[in-house]
């Protein structure tokens, strides 16, 4: 199993169910960043094995954005060796980091075209830059994260 780096322990049941948290979430794949790890402190809410990755769904506060998309592009395998892309979300908004760009666009697939042509570019398969989850509801279903009241 890879590394995470440090990883923070899961999030109250507020930061998973309250809509007015001023946070984004992510969703990283741990091998996308090698043996370095994906990051310390960063906040993991949930991870899934899929296949042979780990993926982790990260919280992210609004402030910690920049700062955490660094640290991240820092880590992750150069995108011309094997090229990976992480993506946060947080109401209509997108942001999917490549280890050599990051784009900003909504949640809405028709504005994605530049973020596509880049991962093309590099040789990932269309079918796999859909950006899910995208949606809080959608991470709480696809990570299996269910209220317990």
């Not at 990283?28 to 990755?53: E, F, K, P, Y």
Request: hydrophobic fraction near 40%; proline fraction near 5%; include cysteine.
């Amino acid at each position: 199993m890879p590394r995470h780096g440090r990883l923070t322990a899961a999030a109250t049941f507020e930061q998973l169910y309250d809509p007015a948290v001023s946070s984004y979430w992510g969703v990283v794949i741990a091998q996308s960043c090698g043996d370095r790890g994906v990051g310390d402190g960063l906040m993991a809410l949930a991870h899934r094995r899929v296949g042979a990755w780990d993926v982790v769904l990260a919280d992210v506060p609004e402030a910690d954005l920049g700062r955490t998309v660094a640290e991240l592009r820092r880590r992750m395998i150069p995108a011309d060796d094997d090229c990976w892309y992480a993506h946060f979300f947080r109401d209509d908004q997108l942001v999917v980091v490549f280890q050599d760009r990051v784009f900003v666009a909504t949640t809405e697939p028709t504005s994605w075209t530049d973020v596509i042509a880049h991962g093309r570019r590099h040789g990932i398969p269309e079918a796999q830059l859909d950006f899910e989850p995208r949606t809080r509801a959608a991470a709480r279903r696809w990570f299996s994260l269910q209220r317990t009241d």
